[in-house]
């Protein structure tokens, strides 16, 4: 516990605690509307077409790295 000696280091705290719940107020006001901007509907529609493109580009590559080709498998109504 801090003891003090005047009323100008009570006061010169009580505004660095003043300041300090401004700054903190103002983060969590960036943290909404940053939150808010994650989930708006074209964040969403950009976000799961990026995945989606990455995950494509990464199978491709790693089937070309093994030499994994696709195969095609006939239909037995195809022989008849």
């Known amino acids: 516990m ?8 009570i ?8 300041l300090q ?16 901007s994650a989930f708006s509907p074209i ?3 950009a976000g799961s077409l990026g ?5 494509a580009i990464v199978v491709k590559s790693v089937n070309k790295l093994l030499g994994i ?3 095609k498998v006939k ?3 195809e022989n008849k």
């Open 43 to 45: 964040s969403l529609v």
């Open 69 to 71: 080709k696709k195969v």
């Open 11 to 18: 006061d010169h705290d009580l505004k660095i605690l003043k």
């Open 21 to 36: 719940q401004q700054i903190d107020e103002e983060q969590l006001k960036l943290s909404i509307k940053d939150t808010k």
């Open 75 to 77: 239909n037995i109504d």
């Open 51 to 55: 995945a989606i493109v990455q995950k």
């Open 2 to 9: 801090k003891v003090y000696k005047s009323f100008d280091q």
